[in-house]
C-alpha cells in the first residue's frame, strides 16, 4: 500500500502564534495519543512533528493539519 505524500504548510513563528492566541493552532502534545499522527507522519515526512493548525480548505472548511514554524532569524548584533 503507497502512501501519499503531501506538502506541510510552513509559517513563521509570529504567525504561529497569532494563530494560537486565535484558537487556529497549537503543539502537537494536545493531540498527542491520536492515531491522526501517525497518519501525518506516513502522509507528511517533511514535516517535524512538533505543530498543527486549522487550514481552510477550497470550500472555507477548517482543516486540522501538520505545520511546521519557521525558525527566527538571527540578526547581527549592530556595532
Do not use: C
Not at 512538533?50 to 480548505?57: E, G, L, T, V, Y
Request: glycine share 6%; no cysteine; charged share 30%.
Amino acid at each position: 500500500m503507497s502512501v501519499k505524500s503531501f506538502a506541510v504548510n510552513s509559517i513563521s513563528r509570529g504567525e504561529y502564534e497569532q494563530l494560537v492566541h486565535r484558537g487556529h493552532a497549537g503543539a502537537v502534545p494536545g493531540i498527542e495519543s491520536s492515531p491522526v499522527l501517525d497518519q501525518w507522519r506516513a502522509e507528511h515526512p517533511d514535516w517535524r512533528g512538533r505543530h498543527w493548525s486549522f487550514i481552510a480548505d477550497d470550500r472555507e472548511v477548517l482543516r486540522l493539519r501538520p505545520l511546521n514554524v519557521t525558525r527566527a532569524e538571527r540578526r547581527p548584533i549592530a556595532a
